[in-house]
């Protein structure tokens, strides 16, 4: 939002990846790479794109790696069979192996392929709640018009998620039609644009947590979820949000986040990239949300959405340590998030993304179907000496606030000081 954490200098001359022992150009590739430009984040020395590499073009593997071989490509250097210019811990190779293994299980059981009436039954559920919401909202009751209100919010709330997991191009399996309804979902649905929130979204599962490279931490002036954050901040923490922010993250920060990625963020994303068609579902979305509410009801729904959608994303991993060193694919995984307790509720309410661990490491699998990989991701942690964490729904709320006013208190005392 604020302070550009992004890499920048480091990457310049750097553009080779390396991908299961070989080494490939990606130069002229960047400009075109339809995932955006996180490539680059591969492109720095010890960096191993191999686990990346399979578990993002699960979807279009042929088709990512034909344009492999057209790339120019060096094989890495190896003595004894071992590679040279590796510079991870905890023998990479090896838990990527491993991890390769278990997703062609995975695949072998079926857990990849969609499920259509699954989808189908929440996409209507989306439409429901908001056309519902919308009936109440127009009644003269006050009571009534304000459930009307929730239901709409919480129908533009389970767009997010059910936009989500279009976007991760897990919906369908088919990438045309995934796309199509990434921008039903949070181009119509919620007013963002699909192609901007991809952009996004994939920095973030490239390397959570990590500083410069995690967007979901370039969150100042309005939010620092870690001291270290704050202190790469500089001048940008000395202000009333930050001081605060464990009193205005769930009602006030959320609103403004979900306003700035509406009115400036998307916008700015779809003139520079000419993405039109997510322009036009956003514009419509506005339309149809202002014209059937009103400017201020439509506001309070983008109120509600907000806190409804940030509050729930912040559970799994703002509270969590961040790193400023590489690591392999699985341990950005483990060790940078975390998984929510399963029951029927917690399920529904976060979308399945309460086993955030295997979304991580699987993002193309059906997200319903990350329970049932639980216990052989935990084995998999164990053998490697990684961290399996499971917290329940309220303790990770407990834990999101106690560490937003920890690092509230910290930037006020770098103020006094």
Same mark, same amino acid.
């Given at each position: 939002m604020g302070a550009d954490l992004s890499p920048s200098s480091e990457f310049e001359g750097k553009h080779e990846i390396l991908i299961n022992s070989h080494y490939y150009d990606v130069i002229n590739?960047?400009? *075109?790479?339809?995932?955006?430009?996180?490539?680059? /984040?591969?492109? +720095?020395?010890?960096?191993?794109?191999? @686990? @990346?590499?399979d578990q993002f073009h699960g979807r279009c593997l042929n088709a990512a790696e034909k344009v492999l071989k057209h790339l120019p490509s060096r094989e890495v250097a190896k003595k004894n069979g071992t590679v040279q210019d590796k510079t991870f811990s905890r023998n990479e190779a090896n838990i990527n192996q491993e991890l390769s293994t278990l997703k062609s299980t995975f695949e072998a059981e079926g857990l990849f392929i969609p499920c259509y009436s699954r989808v189908f039954a929440r996409l209507l559920e989306c439409a429901i709640l908001i056309i519902f919401g919308f009936y109440l909202a127009s009644s003269t009751p006050q009571f009534v018009k304000l459930v009307g209100l929730f239901t709409t919010a919480l129908g533009a709330g389970r767009c997010g998620w059910f936009g989500h997991e279009a976007g991760h191009r897990s919906l369908t399996g088919n990438l045309k039609i995934d796309k199509v309804l990434h921008q039903l979902s949070s181009s119509l649905g919620m007013g963002i644009s699909s192609?901007?929130?991809?952009?996004?979204?994939?920095?973030h599962h490239a390397m959570p947590q990590r500083l410069k490279y995690d967007v979901d931490l370039a969150t100042l002036p309005?939010?620092? /979820?870690?001291? +270290?954050?704050?202190?790469m901040g500089g001048s940008?923490?000395?202000?009333?949000?930050? *001081?605060?922010?464990?009193?205005?993250?769930?009602?006030?920060d959320s609103f403004l986040v979900v306003l700035h990625w509406q009115f400036f963020l998307c916008p700015r994303y779809v003139l520079k990239k000419r993405a039109f068609s997510d322009a036009f579902f956003m514009s419509l979305h506005h339309f149809i949300f202002i014209g059937v509410l009103g400017p201020i009801n439509s506001f309070v729904v983008t109120f509600l959405t907000g806190a409804y959608l940030l509050g729930t994303f912040s559970l799994n991993h703002t509270h969590l340590d961040v790193t400023e060193e590489g690591k392999s694919w699985v341990e950005y995984c483990l060790e940078h998030t975390v998984n929510i307790t399963s029951t029927p509720l917690t399920d529904w309410w976060m979308g399945y993304l309460n086993f955030q661990i295997e979304h991580h490491l699987f993002p193309q699998m059906p997200q319903y179907n990350n329970h049932l990989i639980r216990d052989r991701v935990a084995a998999l942690a164990k053998k490697y000496d990684l961290p399996y964490r499971t917290l329940g729904f309220w303790e990770a709320w407990g834990k999101v606030f106690r560490n937003l006013e920890d690092v509230g208190k910290h930037a006020a005392n770098m103020v006094e000081e």
């Amino acid at each position: 939002m604020g302070a550009d954490l992004s890499p920048s200098s480091e990457f310049e001359g750097k553009h080779e990846i390396l991908i299961n022992s070989h080494y490939y150009d990606v130069i002229n590739w960047i400009p *075109r790479h339809p995932g955006g430009n996180i490539i680059k /984040f591969y492109t +720095k020395q010890g960096e191993d794109a191999s @686990a @990346a590499f399979d578990q993002f073009h699960g979807r279009c593997l042929n088709a990512a790696e034909k344009v492999l071989k057209h790339l120019p490509s060096r094989e890495v250097a190896k003595k004894n069979g071992t590679v040279q210019d590796k510079t991870f811990s905890r023998n990479e190779a090896n838990i990527n192996q491993e991890l390769s293994t278990l997703k062609s299980t995975f695949e072998a059981e079926g857990l990849f392929i969609p499920c259509y009436s699954r989808v189908f039954a929440r996409l209507l559920e989306c439409a429901i709640l908001i056309i519902f919401g919308f009936y109440l909202a127009s009644s003269t009751p006050q009571f009534v018009k304000l459930v009307g209100l929730f239901t709409t919010a919480l129908g533009a709330g389970r767009c997010g998620w059910f936009g989500h997991e279009a976007g991760h191009r897990s919906l369908t399996g088919n990438l045309k039609i995934d796309k199509v309804l990434h921008q039903l979902s949070s181009s119509l649905g919620m007013g963002i644009s699909s192609s901007w929130w991809n952009s996004q979204h994939n920095r973030h599962h490239a390397m959570p947590q990590r500083l410069k490279y995690d967007v979901d931490l370039a969150t100042l002036p309005l939010l620092a /979820f870690n001291k +270290k954050v704050v202190k790469m901040g500089g001048s940008n923490v000395n202000n009333f949000f930050i *001081r605060n922010q464990a009193k205005l993250f769930l009602f006030v920060d959320s609103f403004l986040v979900v306003l700035h990625w509406q009115f400036f963020l998307c916008p700015r994303y779809v003139l520079k990239k000419r993405a039109f068609s997510d322009a036009f579902f956003m514009s419509l979305h506005h339309f149809i949300f202002i014209g059937v509410l009103g400017p201020i009801n439509s506001f309070v729904v983008t109120f509600l959405t907000g806190a409804y959608l940030l509050g729930t994303f912040s559970l799994n991993h703002t509270h969590l340590d961040v790193t400023e060193e590489g690591k392999s694919w699985v341990e950005y995984c483990l060790e940078h998030t975390v998984n929510i307790t399963s029951t029927p509720l917690t399920d529904w309410w976060m979308g399945y993304l309460n086993f955030q661990i295997e979304h991580h490491l699987f993002p193309q699998m059906p997200q319903y179907n990350n329970h049932l990989i639980r216990d052989r991701v935990a084995a998999l942690a164990k053998k490697y000496d990684l961290p399996y964490r499971t917290l329940g729904f309220w303790e990770a709320w407990g834990k999101v606030f106690r560490n937003l006013e920890d690092v509230g208190k910290h930037a006020a005392n770098m103020v006094e000081e």
